[in-house]
């Protein structure tokens, strides 16, 4: 009961009420943003949701599009903002996605979205992960985050799918809570994204 009705009522009040407690903190982001990126508070991407339906994900843009003299983007690291670095320190960035999870497309917790060009070399088992919404966090992200492997990740995404369920997710919010407020798993290093998945890593 709890995972094919209860969860998504709980995702969509909880969105909600944040959505309009927090919205003087988001206004302010955007604008703060907009100004360091040129005008683009926001990084939209395609990402596959349930059942592997396509929907955009909404974030705060952390890093601003400066390119080298053949026009290819700099590093990671040399565009980072220092707002940028700010939101991302303290989590702030992933707030835009409470849009995602008012309108269905994510929930506030389950294996992280991730890019479309993953889905053809998934295997069964990791496919999984995709039999219910997306989460903003999730049991991989309280383990571990980008310091585990691939193979983790996953397993603890199909893990998650397994065993929903309201007493696992509270648990994974108070983890969430208190890596925010200690600030760890923050990813900040020089490689901000983690590694490419190839299906044999």
């Known amino acids: 009961m709890y995972k094919f009705f209860f969860k ?12 309009i407690l927090i919205s003087p903190v988001l206004l302010l982001l955007t604008i703060f943003l907009a100004i360091a990126n040129n005008g683009k508070p926001f990084f939209i991407q ?29 590093p990671d ?26 309108k269905g497309e994510m929930s506030l917790i389950g294996p992280r979205p991730l890019i479309i060009e993953y889905l053809p070399i998934y295997n069964d088992e990791q496919k999984k992960r995709h039999n219910i919404r997306p989460g903003i ?11 585990i492997t691939w193979k983790k990740k996953f397993e603890y995404d199909v893990w998650y799918v397994e065993n929903l369920s309201l007493l696992t997710d509270l648990r994974i919010i108070g983890i969430t809570l208190k890596k925010v407020i200690q600030k760890e798993d923050v990813n900040l290093s020089n490689e901000l994204t983690s590694e490419y998945f190839n299906g044999n890593n």
């Open 77 to 102: 690291k040399d565009r980072l903002t220092k707002v940028g670095s700010f939101v991302r320190k303290t989590s702030l960035d992933e707030l835009p996605q409470l849009f995602n999870v008012l």
């Open 8 to 19: 998504r009522v709980i995702d969509f009040s909880i969105s909600l009420i944040l959505l």
């Open 46 to 74: 395609r990402r596959p949701g349930k059942h592997e339906r396509i929907f955009s994900i909404v974030k705060f843009k952390t890093m601003n599009d400066k390119k080298d003299d053949e026009g290819n983007l700099l």
């Open 137 to 147: 966090t999730g049991w991989a992200q309280v383990n571990g985050r980008n310091s």
